[in-house]
């Protein structure tokens, strides 16, 4: 038997995704719910394999089996492809597993030649329209099955409406489109040295092998690359019947949400354009209408289409983002999807699809991507800021968040400042794929023209950035490099400020402030607190840091770097000096002046966690890191210090190492200099003894770093233990408090049966672990891990997502030779993995009690957790 690769819609269902694509499954089962889909077939995205596997070919068997489905959609239409009475027209479109805006092609009216021009004109007894739907097309299918660029057709577009003296396409008549056909074909031959395709058949199989071919397009590469959606899984094609929102006033066509994807709101959320084609509608062109007009416009057609979008909501339980086309008076649905949507509309929908019953709260918890939630967490402009200052103009607020900078006029160049250093904002007419890369790149985007539909909109929306979309107002010149607003223009040296969420654009830079969470979060992270059972830690080094976290929903404090405390101007002198001591004496008098601070620092973090765990972390980094480097500052430390410059010179040669990340750092120091080790156990414990005395009761987290071998570990753990003793002794007072160790190099996870002998608590420093286990120094491997991934050597980078098979191998080692010798062993990570979603998932699963990660990612891990107890649970 041979393999089918063409399904009719409704030989299909949404389950098929992958075989039929995200668009062709969801219009099969459009199909079978009843709802008005105009009929058509789907090419599976097992041909797309075959199709590269053949060489970027259609092959004899799939030819024939698209003709029998041509037959049987001739046969259900009671037409046939180009015919000269009632000719059929399809539209053919991409549609991968995953939906992925903008990246694919689509061509309508396809079928039309010049016999097929006459029998539309006929049966629709409107040649005007006949010959645009013509006109369209050609300029559609050159440029995306043919690669022949836009523009030339544009610019014999545009002669001839300047010719005419008229502005829109809408004013041109029969004989003037006639005339542009004409002339398209004239450029089509000039192009490609052919005639344009008359056969429906030909023109079908060159559409079909382009939006296969698309599938490998440069735009659709790197978005796949932005979205970690994998190459292999290749695109399907649509093949539908065109129904025609260009035949008239009382045609139209429109894309909406079933709510707000800005915000939320459940309320229909979209625009139509009458008398138009679909793609007039995303290419904003002309100014769609919003949504609710079509109530007074047309009554009959919006209750009908309310009514669909209301039981494809409760058929998908989920928002939805639907095409439809009005053709003289009826309603047809082109497509519908679960919509995309800013993260404060994500968190909105799934709690009120909770509040109606359509959704359970474990289910809410679980629609929400955990790297989604960035998109909460990003800064809006202050009060004042907005109170102080006029905005320049206003736009759509496409996508919300405050961005500053500096104006940048095209994506490449955006890409390249901002790879320099500078903060921008693209500015641009409209935007298209091509400026991908820019908009990755930039603040924030601003468009003159677009809806909320438009392509900047959904793309911005879908990275969590801020844009700010057809702000009508603007006249943007990328040749002049100018944006005029009024009388006032701006140029690439203007710092403009944006606001997403309003619309509002300013010229100057406004202040912004850390995100505020309102509304549903609250009731959302209170779901995600409920289903959780790991805790979820902050690595914070001051109390500002810790401030914030506690903000963000921090139940503890994993990590504090002790070393950033040392480099405070006001203490890096005393530093300095204890490590040039060249006695003992001198190096405690340095740390006398030292100690008062660190445990005042220590008293402030612990005062504002209240009674949370603090993990405070003794001193990691080699000392040299803090001695100057430059002639002029070596001798300005030298004179500080009433030291020869050469005495200097000497100790900095003397601690400089080849390999200082395999060097003199972590308890090494302490095994060494003894001393700075008891002054920092000092003020931990002498910190929680004045907290006490306040009625907060720390249990300080005393945590030594980078251990390797047992015995430096008790040698250091000894000496801190004497010296904490001491300090209960001299004050007559005690605290409780846990003594532990990073686990960061595999010699330490090979022997944690050991060390969880002597220890509390491990964290993981997953940081110093990758780069031990892959050898692959952390501070050197930017320059060519990329090509790593490029190369698919590795899948991703092993310092943002952590190496379950190698690092993972060690982790989990760690875990059970711990807790075989410590049935009490507490386990953390700490490490930057500690707010990567699938590496806080998999730590659940391995037993780790905690992860500790930076502020801003407390939400993001506490959701990964609570995703990953439900997940466990429904096994
Ligand atoms: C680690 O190595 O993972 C860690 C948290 O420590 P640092 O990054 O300070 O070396
Ligand atoms: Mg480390």
Redesign the pocket.
């Known amino acids: 038997m041979s393999e089918k690769y063409v399904y009719n819609f409704d030989e299909g269902d949404m389950s098929m995704r992958s075989l039929l694509g995200g668009k062709g499954a969801n219009l099969a089962e459009m199909s079978s719910m009843g709802i008005n889909v105009p009929y058509g077939f789907t090419v599976t995205t097992e041909a797309c394999a075959r199709f590269y596997e053949e060489g970027e070919k259609l092959w004899d068997e799939l030819n024939e089996e698209i003709s029998k489905h041509i037959k049987d959609l001739e046969a259900k239409n009671e037409k046939t492809f180009g015919n000269n009475e009632d000719p059929l027209l399809v539209s053919v479109r991409s549609g991968a597993p995953i939906s992925m805006p903008g990246m694919m092609d689509t061509i309508l009216n396809l079928g039309l030649n010049d016999d097929a021009v006459l029998g539309l004109a006929k049966r629709t007894e409107n040649p005007r329209f006949a010959y645009d739907s013509y006109r369209r097309f050609i300029q559609m299918f050159s440029d995306v099955a043919m690669g022949i660029d836009k523009n030339k057709f544009e610019k014999v577009l545009s002669a001839k409406k300047e010719e005419k003296g008229v502005s829109t396409d809408n004013e041109l008549t029969e004989e003037d489109l006639k005339d542009v056909v004409e002339k398209y074909k004239v450029v089509y031959k000039e192009e490609k040295g052919e005639d344009f395709p008359q056969d429906p058949r030909d023109q079908l199989n060159k559409a079909v092998s382009a939006v296969f071919a698309s599938w490998n397009n440069e735009r659709a590469i790197l978005y796949r690359k932005i979205n970690e959606i994998d190459d292999s899984m290749g695109t399907a094609v649509n093949v539908q019947t065109m129904v025609f929102g260009n035949m008239g006033d009382s045609s139209g066509t429109g894309v909406a949400f079933s709510r707000n994807p800005a915000t939320g709101e459940n309320k229909l959320f979209g625009e139509y354009l009458m008398n138009a084609q679909g793609e007039d509608v995303v290419a904003g062109v002309r100014t769609p209408k919003e949504i609710n007009t079509l109530q007074d416009m047309m009554p009959e057609v919006y209750e009908e289409f309310a009514n669909t979008a209301r039981t494809l909501e409760e058929h998908y339980k989920d928002m939805q983002d639907m095409e439809f086309t009005i053709q003289d008076g009826k309603l047809f649905l082109l497509q519908t999807r679960n919509g995309k949507r800013t993260a404060q509309a994500a968190v909105q929908v799934a709690v009120d699809m909770v509040n109606e019953g359509l959704i359970d709260e474990k289910e809410a918890v679980l629609r929400i991507e955990p790297k989604e939630l960035d998109g909460l967490l990003h800064p809006t402009f202050t009060e004042k800021a907005l109170a102080d200052n006029e905005p320049i103009s206003k736009g759509l607020a496409a996508s919300p968040g405050a961005a500053v900078g500096k104006i940048c006029f095209s994506a490449k160049e955006a890409a390249q400042r901002a790879k320099d250093g500078e903060e921008v904002i693209l500015v641009r007419e409209e935007t298209s794929p091509e400026d991908l890369e820019g908009m990755i790149s930039a603040n924030g985007i601003l468009t003159a023209r677009g809806g909320m539909t438009s392509h900047a909109a959904v793309v911005a929306r879908g990275m969590g950035k801020c844009c700010v979309a057809g702000a009508g107002e603007l006249r943007v010149s990328e040749e002049e490099r100018t944006v005029k607003v009024g009388d006032k223009v701006y140029g690439e040296e203007d710092v403009i400020s944006i606001d997403g969420s309003t619309g509002a654009i300013y010229d100057t830079a406004l202040e912004t402030q850390p995100p505020q969470f309102k509304g549903a979060f609250g009731t959302f992270m209170e779901w995600v607190d409920k289903y959780r059972d790991m805790k979820v830690r902050t ?1 914070a080094d001051t109390p500002r840091d810790a401030a914030q976290a506690l903000e963000f929903g921090a139940e503890g404090i994993g ?1 504090c ?1 002790t070393e950033h405390m040392f480099f405070k101007e006001d203490r890096i002198f005393q530093v300095r000096k204890m490590i040039l001591a060249s006695d003992l004496e001198t190096r405690e008098a340095a740390l006398e002046k030292i100690l008062p601070m660190q445990e005042d620092d220590f008293y402030q973090i612990y005062s504002l966690m209240k009674e949370r765990p603090v993990t405070v ?1 003794l001193l ?2 080699p000392l040299h890191e803090f001695l100057p480097k430059g002639e002029k500052e070596i001798a300005d430390l030298a004179s500080e210090l009433n030291l020869e410059v050469a005495a200097v010179k000497e100790r900095i040669a003397e601690l400089s190492e080849v390999n200082p990340m395999l060097g003199f750092r972590g308890l090494r120091l302490a095994v060494i200099y003894p001393e700075i080790a008891r002054m920092q156990a000092r003020a931990i414990i002498q910190a929680a003894l004045h907290c006490k005395k306040d009625g907060i009761n720390v249990v300080p987290e005393i945590m030594i ?1 980078l251990s390797s071998e047992v015995k430096e570990l008790k040698l250091v753990k000894d000496t801190v233990v004497e010296e904490i003793e001491k300090v209960f002794e001299e004050t007559g007072d005690k605290v409780d408090y846990l003594l532990g160790t ?1 686990i ?1 190099i595999p010699r330490a996870a090979i022997t944690a049966d050991e060390i969880a002998e002597i220890t509390d608590f491990f ?7 990758t ?1 031990m286990t892959f050898g692959l120094s952390r501070d050197d491997a930017g320059k060519f891990l990329p090509s790593y991934i490029d190369k698919g050597i590795l899948e991703r980078d092993p310092f943002q997502v952590l190496d379950q098979k190698g690092v993972g191998f060690l982790v989990e080692t760690a875990v059970k030779k711990g807790r075989d010798t410590n049935d009490k062993l507490h386990l953390g990570i ?3 993995h500690g707010g990567e979603p699938s590496t806080v998932k998999y730590l659940y699963n391995v037993g780790l009690d905690y992860v500790s990660c930076s502020p801003f990612r407390v939400p993001i891990a506490k959701l990964a957790a609570a995703q990953a107890a439900i997940e466990k649970e429904s096994k």
């Open positions: 690595n990590l770097r972390r990691d980094p770093p990073m960061e964290s993981f420093g997953t940081n110093d672990l780069q700490c490490g930057e």
